[in-house]
């Protein structure tokens, strides 16, 4: 693994308990070695913790351009100069965002707004939590996305994933760095506001126009912080445990959307039952202009326009997003090369859910139609789940943090037991709810609660690139049976266990498991005379490919 995500590691564990200074001093010797992104996200983790943002937005249907005054809440770790933040300048083509007045108890701050970030200049202490106004106006180039819905009715949604809240809203636009929020928003008197957290106020300033407020007291990372203003039909869903569930769609979806979206009710169900309390105050269902299918925003969730079609069973899809609720918002990835913690678990809770909802052969076609995908994919892009060289966020959007990823926990609960398996997937929730983890966390966990040692597990599942590709021969010797098998891919040799199963001499189903450590492994079986019905990974437990003779 790199430097990079070994010093974040330290790092984020010197701002949870403060005992790793040694470790912290002793990475900072190296930082020239480091990427410029790492650089800046290490200095920021090491330097200063946003607590809470206050987002006061003005937006207006003459104009694309909005108004904007954020309040931040940041306690400093360390004596600074400098207070770095995320925001998009004003560019050439008119986007972006220009700063009127930046205010720290009534006195003006000096800064420099440049290359996307805004450096804000002032003594700043250890120790102490400064609450600060920025002042700003522009157009969104990215992240809000202003422009009419498929009926042609103007819409404004943010659209934050992976990092493009910054595009209007001056914050830490990455997952490292989590606060509460609220936003209170002035719009239109037509539309209708859904937002991160619990809506406290909703008032008319004037004929036309009106202020909704929301607030949430459940610390998040960014990404997940948004607003939607519409013109919406809304319905109460369902409770939840004591969870409202709504379903927000255009008024011309009202039928089809709230018959769509009203699953819901019963998947938060199972995952409260499966995983533990939900993180939120409230799931909000939304039909939305988000570029993709859906978007996990904290307790509202954000689904393409075409998810209400009136055709389609969108129970998946509400689902995985669902899902996310815990793994990606609540207990969020440290850093994005660890991605998977997010949509591997995602993937996956989506297939218990499948498993729990239409039974086990349901689920072992979901996990061969992965598998499928995984394969084909890596005949095209031959890298590991936990693939350092991407730059580009966007770029982990592929079948390794999705479906690798949720395989990686199919075998994962295979290896250990389902007991175990679920046992350690809640402890590491609780462990890292409202924080953030990297995959050596969900390691040590796993291995503290089964007490099995699986450095090699997770190394060559996560860290290596592809799977075993074996080729499987057979030969009968009279009552005995003979089966080698060959891993024939260049990359890695695997360990991993090989269920087999067969019909022996007497007409008896057998099932037999090769441990498979080695680039070629034979194993002779006892049969009782000649057998029929070969079959390799009969219960659907092992990502591999079978090479044809």
């Known amino acids: 693994m790199p430097t990079c995500l070994f010093k974040l590691v330290y790092l984020d564990c010197e701002i949870r308990n403060k005992q790793m200074e040694k470790a912290i001093t002793l990475s900072i010797a190296i930082l020239l070695s480091i990427t410029s992104w790492c650089q800046d996200q290490l200095y920021r983790l090491y330097v200063v913790d946003v607590q ?10 003459t104009t694309d351009q909005i108004i904007g005054q954020t309040e931040i809440t940041a306690k400093f770790l360390k004596d600074t100069k400098i207070f770095e933040l995320d925001l998009k300048e004003k560019s050439a083509d008119g986007t972006g965002m220009t700063i009127q007045r930046i205010e720290l108890e009534g006195l003006e ?6 290359d996307d970030k805004l450096k804000i200049k002032y003594d700043w202490k250890s120790g102490i939590i400064y609450t600060l106004t920025i002042r700003y106006y522009g157009v969104p180039a990215d992240g809000l996305i202003i422009g009419p819905n498929k009926y042609g009715y103007r819409t404004f949604f943010a659209d934050h994933w992976p990092d493009r809240a910054h595009n209007w809203l001056p914050c830490i636009d990455h997952p490292s760095d989590k606060a509460t929020s609220e936003f209170i928003v002035e719009a239109p008197i037509q539309y209708e506001v859904i937002a991160t957290g619990q809506k406290i106020e909703e008032t008319m300033v004037r004929p036309d126009k009106k202020i909704t407020h ?10 997940v912080i948004v607003i939607g203003v519409a013109e919406f039909a809304m319905q109460y869903a369902g409770d939840a445990y004591g969870h409202p569930v709504t379903s927000w769609v255009y008024p011309e979806d009202r039928d089809d959307g709230f018959k769509e979206y009203h699953p819901a009710v019963d998947i938060l169900k199972y995952y409260i039952n499966k995983i533990g309390p939900y993180p939120n105050s409230k799931l909000a269902n939304v039909q939305s202009k988000t570029r993709f299918g859906g978007m996990e925003n904290a307790g509202n969730i954000f689904y393409f326009e075409g998810s209400v079609n009136g055709e389609m069973d969108d129970a998946n899809l509400l689902a ?47 996990l061969k139609l992965q598998r499928e995908h995984i394969i084909k994919y890596f005949e095209k892009v031959p890298t590991p789940i936990i693939d350092t060289t991407i730059t580009n966020f966007m770029r982990v959007l592929n079948p390794n943090p999705y479906q690798k990823g949720a395989w990686f926990l199919h075998m994962l609960r295979r290896k250990v037991g389902d007991d175990i398996f679920w046992q350690g997937v809640k402890t590491y929730y609780n462990t890292y709810k409202y924080n953030n983890a990297l995959s050596e966390d969900f390691q040590r966990i796993m291995e503290g609660i089964s007490g099995i040692n699986l450095s090699k597990f997770f190394r060559q599942w996560l860290y290596e690139p592809g799977h075993p590709v074996l080729k499987i ?17 260049p990359q890695f040799v695997f360990e991993f266990p090989l269920e087999i199963s067969y019909t022996d001499g007497k007409g008896k189903n057998q099932t037999k498991i090769i441990a498979v450590n080695k680039q070629s492994t034979q194993t002779t079986l006892k049969t009782k005379g000649p057998i029929s019905n070969f079959t390799i990974d009969p219960n659907v437990n092992l990502l591999f490919e079978q090479q044809s003779h």
Not at 52 to 61: A, I, K, M
Not at 214 to 223: E, G, L, T, W
Request: zero cysteines.
């Open 52 to 61: 809470h943002y206050q987002f006061n937005v003005w937006l207006e249907d």
């Open 109 to 114: 701050l000096p800064y420099v707004h440049a």
């Open 214 to 223: 929301y607030r949430s007291d459940n610390p998040m990372p960014i990404k």
């Open 320 to 366: 995985h997003e669902i899902a996310h609720q815990w793994f990606g918002n609540s207990a969020s990835e440290l850093n994005w090369h660890h991605v998977w913690l997010s949509e591997g678990f995602a993937t996956y809770l989506t297939n218990t859910f499948i498993e729990d909802r239409l039974g086990y052969d349901s689920l072992n076609h979901t």
């Open 473 to 489: 021969s057979q030969t009968q010797l009279k009552k005995k049976l003979q089966v080698t098998v060959e891993q024939t891919q």
